[in-house]
């Protein structure tokens, strides 16, 4: 691609910590292929910063992720507006549901071809309520001036396929990197216990009590198990775990904690089982495909986006949503399972986030899409 014909593409999320931590492989791979890639997002202490090491980064200061304003998403639309105005991008790729409404539109309105990626439907649409009629209604503005709306898992496809009119695309996840998330990193040690670990937000939604209650339940009965939390509380969001709480779990002897971690492998190759007993309305849960790629045996709920990636019985167990004894029947099954049939189940995972969830090939379907859309613009 000459320098003349050089094209511009913009990916916007956000934060800037979910660009550079789910979408670098993709960003990389267009700017291989001659692209000028850009990112915008909310500036933060640290990933702008990485981000602008390697690609043009232009902040946006009116996104609140987590606020309801009319008045600030309005300041966001046009601060979108007048950025994709002066940037004059030959496409736009948003991923997050601000990014893809308010993006989308402003992208829409310059005249400008945009892709919205829908990561997971999240907490709006786990409870109907009037929120989710209004982000409908916003989605199917946003998504009239969508060339594709791709989604994650079938079944969020399914819930807004009406508003995309034939535009719709299923890519399932966005990958993982499985030669960075290699089991053979794990050195053979002998435990005394059986290790369960969560990995992520400690959000209610992402089922962290009915986890604490599951697990306080088993180790009455069998007290050789261990809980390894790691993630931080999500300050400012209603629905998240509160710092005490972790400390009185720690205090209790209950759970070990950690809080974020930027690598997780050391904490994979502890654990004999990831567990996700999460209710949010996820797209494809990155911690379930780390942990098969790391061969890990997982539990998860019978869930949209989760029940996606775990065969139950074959590379771990499903369990309920919200329900406590569900989670703390299966934590019990897979203590009893014994190493073999353990092995078995993470190397089950392993063959099935080759198969359908290495980074390159979601990649490959991402670059297959925007060099499509492209030739059509």
Request: hydrophobic share 40%; charged share 30%; net charge positive.
């Amino acid at each position: 691609m000459g320098k003349k014909e050089r094209k511009r593409i913009v990916l916007s999320s956000n934060t800037a910590f979910s660009l550079y931590n789910f979408r670098l492989h993709l960003m990389r791979a267009l700017e291989e292929k001659g692209y000028e890639v850009i990112a915008v997002s909310p500036e933060d202490v640290k990933y702008s910063e990485l981000l602008r090491r390697e690609f043009s980064f232009f902040p946006v200061k009116n996104l609140d992720r987590k606020g309801t304003n009319p008045i600030k998403d309005l300041k966001l639309f046009f601060e979108y507006f007048l950025l994709f105005r002066k940037l004059k991008p030959d496409l736009v790729i948003n991923f997050t549901i601000k990014p893809n409404i308010y993006g989308s539109i402003s992208a829409g309105l310059l005249g400008i071809p945009s892709i919205s990626v829908i990561t997971g439907l999240g907490y709006v649409f786990i409870r109907e309520s009037w929120l989710t009629k209004l982000v409908k209604l916003l989605y199917w503005l946003a998504f009239r001036f969508n060339r594709v709306v791709v989604f994650q898992n079938s079944e969020d496809m399914k819930t807004l396929e009406n508003l995309c009119e034939g535009r719709c695309l299923l890519i399932e996840s966005s990958g993982v990197d499985l030669k960075h998330l290699d089991p053979t990193l794990c050195k053979e040690a002998k435990k005394d216990e059986f290790t369960f670990l969560f990995v992520g937000r400690l959000l209610t939604d992402k089922g962290i009590y009915e986890l604490i209650k599951a697990f306080e339940k088993l180790k009455k009965e069998k007290p050789k198990v261990k809980l390894i939390i790691v993630g931080s509380p999500d300050e400012g969001n209603p629905n998240s775990v509160s710092k005490g709480e972790l400390e009185k779990w720690v205090k209790e002897g209950l759970i070990e904690w950690h809080g974020f971690q930027e690598d997780v492998r050391p904490f994979y190759c502890m654990a004999d089982c990831v567990v996700l007993p999460s209710y949010y309305r996820e797209g494809v849960p990155r911690v379930l495909l780390e942990a098969m790629a790391m061969e890990k045996p997982i539990i998860t709920t019978d869930a949209p986006g989760c029940r996606s990636v775990c065969v139950d019985g074959v590379n771990g167990f499903l369990v309920k949503p919200r329900d406590v004894e569900s989670l703390y029947l299966a934590m019990k099954r897979m203590v009893e399972l014994g190493d073999e049939k353990l092995r078995e189940f993470g190397k089950a995972g392993r063959r099935l986030a080759e198969e359908k969830y290495s980074v390159e090939k979601i990649v490959g379907e991402y670059i297959n899409l925007i060099e499509a859309v492209l030739s059509k613009s």
